[in-house]
């Protein structure tokens, strides 16, 4: 059998026995659903197993694992059930400000570590995505990420999916001045989960205190406060010195998100809020990029369609989505066909970074 020099790391929903029975090199598999790690095939190894681990009710993850092995039978790979049927992906669990549980970014390091055993450079296939962290690049996935992937870490790619191009307003970016509340208008079609980040423009200094702490959200509907925070009570995250606050409305209807800067403080605040589930739309200070977790990270080769609708600034290069790619359907779909356009890569030269990887790979790549 031939030597390999890459392999492909697939984290999803999960993937069917007809699915696995196209893989002919598993190396491994992360169940965080029955949290288990397998070393090689469990499927071959123990077909008592095939029932508990094999499952993949959504048919996602069988799809993407059907699709890169059509193009590329002999690849090995390594396999991440990284969704709940139910609840969907499954993230780091955290107790007190600390990390107490693995999620879908431990079980990807994981797998890299489980590569490198092998001796094997690695491309991963995500492809899923929403926004539950900061998508400049200061969340923790890409934290977490960053320990394997990017500029002088050769050997380790992740491609991700830039989400469904359809130019959804789920993005916004505002500020608070001196003693002026900013007011956000926000349609509600069903319950809404929402994930709102400090950053600081103008004056203030980013790491000072005031700027951590002087704000307050507001948010109506129907003329009632339906939430308020104070800024000084939510903590800053350890990994990028950045305050988050997340929160759910039930229902549906206008709803209106209200920044204002305590009394006394003066200056401007930055402030931004993704739409991370729920139909919703903002309908007042939209940020036009939408490109979902992981692919809006900064080291990550996000791939969307040419005809998609991502951001304004989409096809010039340098911007995301890094890869635009010809013809339809769902992106996350199409995935496959520009990871195994990487693994070439890799094959050839596996002392390459995901930098060198993007650059090589160019905005328009061709993919036969």
Same mark, same amino acid.
């Given at each position: 059998?031939?030597?390999?020099?890459?392999?492909? !790391?697939?984290?999803?929903?999960?993937? %069917?026995?007809?699915?696995?029975?196209?893989?002919?090199?598993? &190396?491994?598999?992360?169940?965080?659903?029955?949290?288990?790690?397998?070393?090689?095939?469990?499927?071959?190894?123990?077909?008592?197993?095939?029932?508990?681990?094999?499952?993949?009710?959504?048919?996602?993850?069988?799809?993407?694992?059907?699709?890169?092995?059509?193009?590329?039978?002999?690849?090995?790979?390594?396999?991440?059930?990284? #969704?709940? /049927?139910?609840?969907?992906? !499954?993230?780091?669990?955290?107790?007190?400000?600390? /990390?107490?549980?693995?999620?879908?970014?431990?079980?990807?390091?994981?797998?890299?570590?489980?590569?490198?055993?092998?001796?094997?450079?690695?491309?991963?296939?995500?492809?899923?995505?929403?926004?539950?962290?900061?998508?400049?690049?200061?969340?923790?996935?890409?934290?977490?990420?960053?320990?394997?992937?990017?500029?002088?870490?050769?050997?380790?790619?992740?491609?991700?999916?830039?989400?469904?191009?359809?130019?959804?307003?789920?993005?916004?970016?505002?500020?608070?001045?001196?003693?002026?509340?900013?007011?956000?208008?926000?349609?509600?079609?069903?319950?809404?989960?929402?994930?709102?980040?400090?950053?600081?423009?103008?004056?203030?200094?980013?790491?000072?205190?005031?700027?951590?702490?002087?704000?307050?959200?507001?948010?109506?509907?129907?003329?009632?406060?339906?939430?308020?925070?104070?800024?000084?009570?939510?903590?800053?995250?350890?990994?990028?010195?950045?305050?988050?606050?997340?929160?759910?409305?039930?229902?549906?209807?206008?709803?209106?998100?209200?920044?204002?800067?305590?009394?006394?403080?003066?200056?401007?605040?930055?402030?931004?809020?993704?739409?991370?589930?729920?139909? +919703?739309?903002?309908?007042? #200070?939209?940020?036009?990029?939408?490109?979902?977790?992981?692919?809006?990270?900064?080291?990550?080769? +996000?791939?969307?369609?040419?005809?998609?609708?991502?951001?304004?600034?989409?096809?010039?290069?340098?911007?995301?989505?890094?890869?635009?790619?010809?013809?339809?359907?769902?992106? %996350?779909?199409?995935?496959?066909?520009?990871?195994?356009?990487?693994?070439?890569?890799?094959?050839?030269?596996?002392? &390459?970074?995901?930098?060198?990887?993007?650059?090589?790979?160019?905005?328009?790549?061709?993919?036969?």
């Amino acid at each position: 059998m031939e030597k390999r020099k890459a392999a492909v !790391i697939i984290a999803d929903t999960g993937f %069917s026995p007809d699915s696995l029975a196209g893989a002919t090199r598993i &190396l491994g598999v992360y169940d965080l659903v029955q949290r288990r790690c397998v070393i090689g095939n469990p499927y071959v190894t123990d077909a008592t197993d095939l029932g508990a681990i094999a499952g993949d009710p959504h048919k996602h993850g069988s799809f993407v694992l059907k699709a890169l092995t059509a193009l590329d039978p002999d690849v090995p790979v390594v396999l991440i059930r990284s #969704h709940d /049927p139910e609840e969907g992906i !499954i993230r780091t669990t955290w107790r007190q400000g600390k /990390p107490v549980s693995d999620g879908w970014t431990e079980a990807y390091l994981w797998a890299v570590r489980l590569c490198q055993l092998h001796g094997l450079a690695s491309v991963a296939n995500f492809s899923f995505g929403r926004v539950f962290h900061a998508a400049d690049g200061t969340g923790w996935d890409a934290f977490q990420f960053a320990k394997v992937v990017g500029e002088g870490k050769p050997g380790h790619v992740i491609v991700a999916a830039s989400g469904p191009g359809d130019g959804r307003a789920a993005h916004a970016a505002f500020s608070a001045v001196d003693n002026t509340a900013t007011a956000i208008a926000v349609q509600q079609s069903e319950t809404t989960s929402y994930n709102f980040w400090t950053k600081v423009n103008g004056a203030v200094d980013e790491n000072s205190s005031d700027a951590q702490e002087d704000w307050i959200l507001e948010v109506w509907r129907g003329g009632s406060l339906v939430f308020r925070q104070d800024g000084a009570q939510v903590p800053v995250n350890f990994w990028n010195g950045r305050k988050q606050l997340q929160f759910t409305l039930e229902g549906e209807g206008r709803v209106t998100l209200v920044v204002k800067l305590k009394d006394g403080a003066s200056g401007e605040r930055g402030f931004e809020c993704w739409l991370a589930t729920g139909n +919703a739309r903002f309908l007042d #200070h939209v940020d036009d990029t939408y490109i979902v977790e992981p692919a809006a990270f900064p080291s990550v080769i +996000a791939v969307g369609l040419k005809t998609g609708n991502y951001s304004s600034a989409q096809k010039l290069p340098g911007c995301k989505p890094d890869v635009l790619i010809d013809g339809g359907g769902p992106i %996350s779909f199409r995935l496959p066909e520009v990871v195994v356009k990487v693994v070439r890569i890799l094959e050839d030269n596996p002392s &390459l970074d995901a930098i060198q990887v993007k650059a090589l790979l160019g905005k328009y790549p061709v993919l036969s």
